[in-house]
């Protein structure tokens, strides 16, 4: 069933927070989509970030063993208890994503009561303002979650996709592809939600890498490299790794560096491959070792 957002929220006499990027989904069939991206099974713990009024949460409790929900909006957290109140296996934290301990926080929850350790699976419908702080978190974190199911700006997505070559490949797409598999799920139009956000949304399915598609020999010398790549797009690799001071390398060394790896100076950053980047990385770490 559609849940009514416009009404509980006026009822609760709540107005959503521009500064906290509050777009609550109302879709009852977006919902359902979401939650089964996920799979869930009673053996699963689910890190639910901006649950909101929980209508997504609901979802989520009726398949899975536990649901932490965390929400940075104190207004929002009494809600989420009387709301939710009928699920035993929901655990609602006051918090905001970026600063919280997630190990800390998801320990008491890691195993069933039984002892049989949960996989972690985590769902989020991000503030669009700190969607890709939120996700470098989460994919560099050691929470070891089997999957992440997210709702991002429908250009977010297209950049999380993106392969080399692209308009939309960047630093984030290569971090991406390092620590995981993505898939689109569906495309959310603005009208899903209360109040309508004005671009249109994406659901983004990310599956963890057990282990990485590349051997690093430093990874955040590599993500550096990434970075230094990226970080002024119009510049060759040349000029660009050369310009970044916290590579280490002056123009010289990186010439030299490009010349082993086999890849022109003259070329960009957005040309290449994570296995010429790691490529290029390990070669650095060798050349400053």
Known sequence: M???VRSILRKL??????????????????LQRIAEAAELAQ??????IGPGIGNLTSYLAEDAGFVVAVEIDKRLVQVLHDLLAGY???HVINADILRLDLKKE????????DGTPRSLKVVANLPYYITTPVIMKLLESDIAAECMVVMVQKEVAARMMAKPGGKDYGALSVSVAYYSKPTVIMDVPPDCFTPQPGVDSAVVRLDLHKTPPVELKDRDLFFKVVKAAFGQRRKTL???????????????QVRM???KVGIDEMRRGE????????????ELYDMLN
Do not use: C, H
């Open 271 to 282: 040309t290449l491959s994570i296995y010429q980047f790691a490529q290029l990385s390990n």
């Open 88 to 90: 035993r296996n929901v």
């Open 13 to 30: 006499n709540i107005r959503p927070s521009r500064s906290l990027g509050q777009n609550f989904l109302r879709d009852g069939w977006v």
């Open 238 to 252: 040349l000029n660009a790794l050369s310009n970044a001071g916290y590579i280490g390398a002056g123009k010289d």
């Open 106 to 113: 998801l320990a008491p929850f890691m195993a069933s009561s």
């Open 257 to 259: 560096l490009l010349q």
């Open 2 to 4: 559609e849940p009514d």
């Open 43 to 48: 053996d699963d713990i689910v890190l639910e």
